[in-house]
């Protein structure tokens, strides 16, 4: 059975989003990436999973080590998706600023 994630679930995860974070900035082993938590390796190792089959995160083979990397490319279909709803806040957002210096400058 191909059991596809949802991307949106994965990273509703707090531990998973701190992988992210983690591995942003350089590729780890999943031993390295463990060591950073307070779960148990196996549990860490179910996240990695997930991440892996959501395409957050690629898997690189080097020597007798698997590093996991960010993938880029999937991080940056998030992001376009998010986009809209950003606008949308920002833009209630500088509203309301606007009316709150209104109301104080007639206040």
Same mark, same amino acid.
């Given at each position: 059975? /191909?059991?596809?994630? /949802?991307?949106?679930? %994965?990273?509703? /995860? !707090? $531990?998973?989003?701190?992988i992210?974070?983690?591995? %942003?900035?350089q #590729?780890?082993? %999943?031993?390295?990436?463990? #060591?950073?938590?307070d $779960? =148990?390796? !196996? $549990?860490?190792?179910?996240?990695?999973q997930?991440? $892996?089959?959501?395409?957050?995160?690629?898997?690189? !083979?080097?020597?007798?080590?698997?590093?996991?990397?960010?993938? +880029?490319? *999937?991080? *940056?279909?998030?992001?376009?998706?998010?986009? +809209?709803?950003? =606008?949308?806040?920002?833009?209630?957002?500088?509203?309301?600023? #606007?009316?709150?210096?209104?109301? *104080?400058?007639k206040?």
């Amino acid at each position: 059975m /191909d059991l596809r994630r /949802d991307v949106f679930q %994965a990273i509703a /995860d !707090p $531990t998973r989003r701190a992988i992210l974070l983690l591995v %942003a900035t350089q #590729s780890m082993t %999943a031993g390295t990436i463990a #060591s950073h938590f307070d $779960t =148990k390796r !196996p $549990t860490v190792s179910k996240h990695l999973q997930i991440l $892996t089959e959501c395409e957050l995160l690629a898997k690189e !083979p080097n020597g007798r080590e698997i590093y996991y990397h960010l993938n +880029p490319n *999937k991080m *940056k279909e998030i992001a376009n998706f998010i986009e +809209p709803f950003q =606008k949308l806040w920002d833009d209630r957002f500088n509203k309301l600023e #606007s009316v709150m210096k209104n109301y *104080k400058a007639k206040g």
